[in-house]
């Protein structure tokens, strides 16, 4: 049984949840929120960061290394592509997300005046509605990593304000991935609420 510690309103735990989910595997899940997480984890994770995976006895923790760890360690369904150049592609593709999206998310929820956060969102989707236009997922007709790491931030626009149904292309992208019965069975009860307070 994989153990996983979770914060439920992390969208790194987020992502690691959906990739357990894809897989059908057995968790044990023990939830702590980012600033509740007690001293002895350390022994566990020095770093003290979420989510963090045990596996047989290795611990693993930032949530695209554990993604790529359990898609290799438990490979049906796969969730990588089955080319070493769409693999990097894909891989290039987390890592954008990660660099680009999920900072402008973070600063949208962290700074009182949104202005400015939306304003840069909004230009991102922009480009991103035009990208999906020509494709199913993100990366062509498969459902990868990529679209694991851009699932949780597309789910928290609407509670902040941010209407998916602008961009044509992007909500049916987001849709997509919001009706995979894993991304069901991956939300925490404080992620079922985002949308139910709505």
Same mark, same amino acid.
């Given at each position: 049984m994989v153990t996983l510690y979770s914060d439920p309103k992390c969208p790194h735990s987020h992502r690691t949840r959906i990739v357990l989910a894809e897989k059908d595997l057995p968790v044990e899940t023990i939830e702590y929120e980012a600033d509740e997480i007690p001293e002895d984890f350390r022994q566990i994770n020095p770093y003290a960061t979420l989510p963090t995976v045990i596996d047989r006895e290795v611990v693993?923790?930032? %949530?695209?290394?554990?993604?790529? @760890?359990?898609?290799?360690? @438990?490979?049906?369904?796969?969730?990588?592509?089955? %080319?070493?150049?769409?693999? !990097?592609?894909?891989?290039?593709?987390?890592?954008r997300i990660e660099?680009?999206?999920?900072?402008? @998310?973070?600063?949208?929820?962290?700074?009182?005046?949104?202005?400015?956060?939306?304003?840069?969102i909004r230009s991102y989707?922009?480009?991103?509605? !035009?990208?999906? !236009?020509?494709?199913?997922?993100?990366i062509g007709e498969q459902y990868t990593l990529a679209d694991v790491s851009m699932a949780p931030i597309l789910w928290r626009m609407k509670p902040?304000?941010?209407?998916? %149904?602008?961009w044509r292309y992007l909500n049916r992208y987001a849709h997509s991935l919001f009706e995979r019965p894993a991304f069901e069975r991956a939300l925490s009860e404080y992620e079922e609420l985002l949308h139910d307070s709505f």
């Open positions: 693993f923790f930032e %949530s695209a290394v554990i993604n790529e @760890y359990l898609d290799e360690r @438990y490979p049906h369904p796969p969730l990588k592509p089955g %080319s070493p150049a769409t693999r !990097a592609q894909m891989r290039l593709a987390v890592m660099q680009e999206l999920y900072p402008l @998310y973070f600063n949208l929820i962290r700074v009182k005046k949104k202005t400015e956060p939306l304003r840069k989707f922009d480009m991103l509605d !035009a990208y999906l !236009a020509k494709q199913e997922f993100f902040n304000n941010v209407d998916l %149904s602008k």
